[in-house]
């Protein structure tokens, strides 16, 4: 699978760990940055453009996915969610990444490299590319609410005040 992985300083380190493994497992990993370790530097910008990558991929047929890291993933997840057609889950667990994916289709992941262990981060994210969506018919109906609401501003049949 393509992923796109973005950072800002304080998981600098950690995704370049996550890339080397996935690269290592046959992921095709794509780096939107930064290029190097910059502790003033901004977020954003890094996570937008991955999770940008992740709709044009997955518009046009291309199976992938994406991974952005901060130091609590709070604002990466914040910043990835910007983008119409991203779903980023905050993952900080195991079952917090399966879940993402069964029952929210996440199409990113956003984790804090400042929680966690390399091995743990590594599981989680490995969790979440390998968990697929249950497909369940509740699930679909509440993703494409959020769809409708993110391109109409409305959702049929509900009240939106
Ligand atoms: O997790 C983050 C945003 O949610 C950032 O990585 C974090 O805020 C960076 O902190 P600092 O500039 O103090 O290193």
């Known amino acids: 699978m393509r992923i796109h992985v973005a950072t800002d300083h304080a998981g600098f380190e950690m995704s370049k760990r996550l890339i080397e493994h996935l690269t290592a497992n046959g992921h095709e990993c794509v780096d939107h940055g930064p290029t190097e370790y910059d502790a003033e530097d901004d977020y954003p910008s890094f996570c937008i453009n991955a999770a940008r990558a992740v709709v044009r991929d997955q518009r046009s047929g291309v199976e992938a996915l994406g991974v952005v890291f901060g130091g609590s993933g ?6 990835a969610n910007k983008v119409e057609g ?9 079952a917090t990444a399966e879940l993402a994916r069964e029952h929210n289709d996440a199409n990113v992941v956003a984790v804090g490299a400042r929680q966690h262990e390399e091995a743990e981060m590594l599981e989680i994210i490995d969790a979440f590319i390998a968990t697929p969506f249950t497909g369940a018919e509740r699930h679909a109906r509440r993703i494409a609410q959020l769809g409708e609401y993110e391109t109409t501003g409305a959702i049929a049949g509900h009240e939106i005040v």
């Open 74 to 79: 709070n604002g990466e997840q914040m910043a």
């Open 86 to 94: 991203v779903r980023a889950a905050l993952a900080w667990s195991l």
